[in-house]
């Protein structure tokens, strides 16, 4: 609310364009982004929504959003806190701790505001704060299911499912790391114990 009244007064335009930071688009509080929310809805604002934990940001991450702030004016991100994402996808996730999602997630062009869903908040909690008018999903999101969809088209003005927009997924891309970092071990092991027995067979 107070980011959105500074741009207005120094007459920047589009309060959301030139703003990339954390301190101006982060809105972790559910009262300050329904206050929020509802000041962009009076100002003739379209306000969509998307959620998800984007661990390992990459380029379908960005194309992604940038598909869904196609849909309106506004694109509010949901992010999985920490804690809510090891119960959902188990103990060695994310990858890049809350604080690091949500500074990369703000300083993208197309995100306007950034909020965390925590541990205690299901996926509805968050739709229906914000009702926007655009909802975003993804296909390759499994939690997201057909009831669901059925249970939320009441607090949305419509529901888009997109499919993925990159080859590589951020499952996909853990897992050819933890691969990389196997074999990356593998070798040194090797190494040392050739370089072990060579010592042996010199009687060092």
């Known amino acids: 609310m107070d980011f959105l009244k500074s741009k207005q007064e120094k007459g ?3 309060p959301f364009f030139f703003e990339k930071n954390l301190k101006n688009r982060f809105i972790p509080g559910h009262k300050r ?9 009076d100002s003739g604002k379209k306000i969509v929504l998307t959620q998800g ?10 194309v992604y959003l940038e598909a869904a702030k196609s849909f309106g004016d506004i694109l509010i991100v949901g ?4 804690e809510l994402t090891r ?12 604080e690091e999602r949500t500074r990369m997630l703000s300083h993208l062009r197309h ?3 950034v909020t965390l ?9 968050l739709i229906r704060l914000v009702c926007p008018d655009v909802l975003v999903t993804s296909k390759s999101t499994s939690d997201f299911t057909k009831k669901m969809k059925k249970d939320y088209e009441s607090y949305c003005g419509k529901i888009v499912t997109l499919p993925p927009q990159a080859t590589t997924s951020t499952t996909a891309r853990i897992r050819n790391l933890t691969i990389e970092g196997a074999e990356q071990l ?19």
Do not use: Y
């Not at 982004?33 to 509802?38: A, D, F, G, Q, R």
């Not at 593998?186 to 060092?204: D, L, P, Q, Y």
């Open 111 to 113: 995100v306007d505001i």
């Open 79 to 82: 992010v999985d806190s920490d």
């Open 87 to 98: 119960s959902r996808k188990g103990p060695n996730r994310p990858i890049v701790p809350q």
């Open 186 to 204: 593998a070798c040194e092991v090797r190494n040392m114990t050739e370089e072990f027995i060579e010592k042996i067979k010199k009687g060092k």
């Open 53 to 62: 934990v984007w661990d390992l940001i990459h380029e379908g991450h960005a």
């Open 12 to 14: 920047d335009g589009d």
């Open 117 to 125: 869903r925590e541990i205690d908040e299901d996926i509805g909690d």
């Open 33 to 41: 982004l329904k206050e929020t929310v509802s000041l962009l809805r």
